[in-house]
């Protein structure tokens, strides 16, 4: 490839806290390496409807501490489409860029991908997601963000739940996958954590935590991944009154306000270290993988493996959960 004078940035799929931060990597990166950034809005969207603005240092100034996206972000139909792609593919060129970050999750990726085996166009993502389900990283920039949002709201809920004695269900997101309800279920004391990884028997549920009651632990806290097989956290309390009993139960559904907030340390941390990292890949000829995480050190994956692969749940810290509340 030949040398690269401007690249593109876009964020999308679902926001997560650090994305700003990344954003702000890339730019003052790239800037230092004497290339040129172009920020696209409302993420592929904004490829096809050409929405670009030059960026700067000073444009991503004061950001890396603010929540969501200052680009805007968007889950494009019209990407998924050959025209679509062609028209987003046209802009580019028009823009003048020869290279693109997509910062983003599993969606982002599988568009990237698509995009550069019809258009051959440089591409190098970064994973941007609460929901930490991408094969080749330890960790996705804003799920830390997202765990200590969950433990702050359950922890004012314990209080409340046991000054009342009741059970709570709290709904955690995650989408098909369990990794915030197991960590913030770990990390907040749960007595019981469900995730879609692992079938949920509410009759067991049920025997669990009347066996909790008569060792007189009066109140429980059930983290409940939105992606559980036995449905949202209201479904799984209407399913326990079958089994009987006396429990006093509520349900708490913590929603969007996980996607939101402050960016922690460690989120705004990862993401300066990708954020970097990206601009390092294109210049280093990398055209279609994303930069992870792994044992603290910097990876590439291609594009295929991370979308292929499917990140394994540590379904051995399920075993911690029951350990910890015997
Ligand atoms: O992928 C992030 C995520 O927050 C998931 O946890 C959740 O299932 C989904 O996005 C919600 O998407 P939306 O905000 O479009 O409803």
Do not use: W
């Not at 670009?52 to 890396?64: A, H, Q």
């Not at 929603?255 to 270290?273: C, F, L, W």
């Amino acid at each position: 490839m030949g040398q690269i004078k401007k690249i593109a940035v876009l964020t999308s799929g679902g926001d997560s806290p650090g994305m700003n931060a990344a954003l702000r990597a890339v730019v003052r990166k790239a800037i230092s390496a004497d290339i040129k950034v172009m920020g696209v809005l409302r993420g592929y969207a904004g490829l096809i409807n050409n929405e670009f603005i030059p960026m700067s240092s000073k444009t991503v100034g004061n950001i890396i501490q603010r929540g969501g996206t200052i680009l805007k972000t968007a889950r494009s139909e019209q990407f998924r489409t050959v025209e679509g792609r062609k028209t987003a593919y046209e802009n580019l060129l028009k823009n003048k860029c020869d290279a693109l970050i997509v910062i983003g999750g599993d969606g982002t990726f599988k568009g990237a991908r698509i995009f550069i085996e019809e258009h051959n166009f440089p591409i190098v993502g970064l994973p941007g997601t609460i929901d930490n389900d991408l094969y080749g990283t330890d960790m996705t920039i804003g799920f830390d963000t997202a765990l200590n949002t969950v433990i702050e709201a359950v922890d004012k809920i314990r209080d409340t739940a046991a000054s009342h004695e009741r059970i709570f269900f709290i709904e955690v997101m995650g989408r098909d996958a369990g990794f915030i309800a197991l960590r913030s279920g770990i990390a907040c004391g749960a007595e019981a954590v469900l995730v879609p990884e692992v079938h949920t028997d509410i009759k067991e549920l049920h025997s669990r935590l009347t066996s909790y009651m008569a060792k007189k632990k009066t109140s429980s806290i059930i983290l409940v991944a939105e992606g559980d097989d036995a449905g949202g956290a209201f479904q799984i309390k209407e399913e326990m009154k079958k089994f009987g009993g006396e429990f006093d139960m509520k349900v708490t559904v913590l929603g969007h306000i996980q996607r939101g907030g402050r960016p922690s340390a460690y989120d705004r941390y990862i993401a300066s270290k990708m954020g970097v990292a990206a601009v390092d890949a294109l210049l280093d000829d990398q055209r279609s993988i994303m930069v992870g995480m792994i044992n603290r050190k910097v990876v590439h994956v291609p594009f295929n493996k991370t979308i292929k692969h499917h990140k394994e749940l540590d379904q051995q810290m399920l075993n911690i959960v029951d350990i910890l509340n015997s």
